[in-house]
């Protein structure tokens, strides 16, 4: 696993204390795009001791919590809806804590005659019954991955994206390619007029900051201003209305 530290550059307009856009490497895009394999269960188990959701699904979470044992089926385990097993791609940097495995292992029936039905069912919880001989599936069955037919180099075959790009992340988490025609089209929409108005600032991003950019993209669009400007840390005698932090677009 990648190291759990990446270091974005913000470039924030200090006018409106908001970030602009995060110019970023492929490990903090990596991290980005891996947020949608996370399982409902994992984010929630992630977000729900910080009180970051809202909706029902803290309900929901709780109400599988509480739920018996003997409400549930034999055959079933809560830890299954509660503790999903989470599949990165190789090499993704691990910025969210307890998302539970990064290897899916599978299962199947632990009746040893390998001639009977038994061996057409694999799982990936080693509490299943089998449906066949209703014993535990325990016995470990080894996947194997069939070979690439495109020959990928180290920095191209971990992760989602390629590293040879440097990328801009925008407040609202859109990525895109860094270029000089999308600064020239950006500094225009935020009517940035003097190079001095951007002040760039490094952040690392760990754990802490990994589990804030995941609950903030769950309930805003200007997550990087969210998560590394929050408003409550502005001096007074900086502070400007929120309505000018924030323009109506």
Known sequence: MATTKVSPKLFIDK?????????????????LFSIFTLPVGAVMSLLKEGGGTVGCLPSLYQSIEDMSVTHIKPDKSKRFLLEPKVMLCPKVPLLLP??????????RCSNSNKYNTCIN???????????YCELKMNRIVTFIDPPSTIRESSTTKDGYVKGTVIYMVMDNL???????????????????MNIGDIEEKVVDVGMDEGVKLLEASLRSKTVLTDVFLPVENIKTEDSIDTTERYPAE
């Open 174 to 192: 859109e990525v895109k390619p860094l270029s000089t025609t999308t600064l020239v089209s950006l500094f225009a929409k935020f009517n940035v």
């Open 121 to 131: 069912y694999v799982t990936d919880e080693d509490s299943t019954i089998c449906p």
């Open 15 to 31: 006018r409106r204390q908001q970030v602009l856009f995060a110019e970023a490497d492929k490990k903090f895009v990596d991290f």
């Open 98 to 107: 307890n998302i539970g495995s990064t290897f899916r292992q599978l299962y």
